[in-house]
């Protein structure tokens, strides 16, 4: 199983930014998909999940309303909407997905809001 990130970058404050996750060596349809986030100093944060199936969604209070998270099983990618970014959401930020006991989890695509 194979994760990566990417579509992060430098953004000012109240902006927006998409992330983006391609996942590979697993029937991507079948799993929840996950966004977590690291901040420096700081543990990581689970951020959304999105179900398999009819892909219910799920979000930590701190990005609800702001960050929706999708996915397009063709193309076995899920995605992170981020808007109205504000400083304290700068972070690396993680695709995640867990297989029976096993864990994957990308590389991280950094993220950081500042004007």
């Known amino acids: 199983v194979q994760l990566v990130e990417s579509g992060g970058g430098l953004v000012q404050p109240g902006g927006s930014l998409r992330v983006s996750c391609v996942a590979s060596?697993?029937?991507?349809?079948?799993?929840?998909m996950r966004w977590y986030r690291q901040a420096p100093g700081k543990e990581r944060e689970w951020v959304a999940t999105?179900?398999?199936?009819?892909?219910?969604?799920n979000y930590a209070d701190s990005v609800k309303g702001r960050f929706t998270v999708s996915r397009d099983n063709a193309k076995n990618t899920v995605y992170l909407q981020m808007n109205n970014l504000k400083p304290e959401d700068t972070a690396v930020y993680y695709c995640?997905?867990?297989?029976?006991?096993?864990?994957?989890r990308g590389q991280g695509t950094q993220v950081t809001v500042s004007s």
């Open positions: 995640q997905v867990t297989l029976g006991s096993l864990l994957y």
């Open positions: 060596g697993l029937t991507f349809s079948m799993y929840d």
């Open positions: 999105i179900r398999s199936g009819r892909a219910n969604t």
